[in-house]
């Protein structure tokens, strides 16, 4: 199984900056990629951010230009600069496995979250 560990989280002013990092550890027998998710209160989990293997990126609309999502594949590592955030960045947010090849479910983890505050 994989074990996912999502750090950098805390409490800004709008504006500001943080970068979160997804560590990844472990092994599973399936192929993905690391997806950024996020988790308001009284909202639906939505999509943040991925990144493939090879580099591809990924954005929701409502991030881009102001995230940017990399990796560290040495240390096996992902991370979200995320930057010019607004209160309605405000969540817990969350990286997964994604088994973009198959869709088997066996192969998502989710790490347990790291949360997000911006204040106005």
């Known amino acids: 199984q994989v074990q996912l560990v999502e750090s950098g989280g805390g409490s800004v002013q709008a504006g500001g900056s943080l970068r979160l990092s997804c560590a990844a550890s472990?092994?599973?027998?399936?192929?993905?990629?690391i997806a950024w998710y996020r988790h308001a209160p009284e909202k639906e989990r939505e999509f943040v951010s991925y990144?493939?293997?090879?580099?591809?990126?990924s954005y929701a609309v409502s991030v881009q230009g102001r995230f940017t999502i990399s990796q560290d594949n040495a240390k096996n590592t992902v991370f979200l600069q995320m930057d010019s955030l607004t209160p309605e960045d405000t969540a817990m947010y969350y990286c997964?496995?994604?088994?973009?090849?198959?869709?088997?479910?066996?192969?998502?983890?989710w790490g347990q979250g790291t949360a997000v505050t911006v204040s106005s």
């Open positions: 997964k496995t994604d088994p973009f090849v198959t869709g088997d479910p066996a192969c998502v983890y």
């Open positions: 472990g092994y599973a027998d399936c192929v993905y990629h």
């Open positions: 990144i493939t293997s090879d580099g591809s990126t």
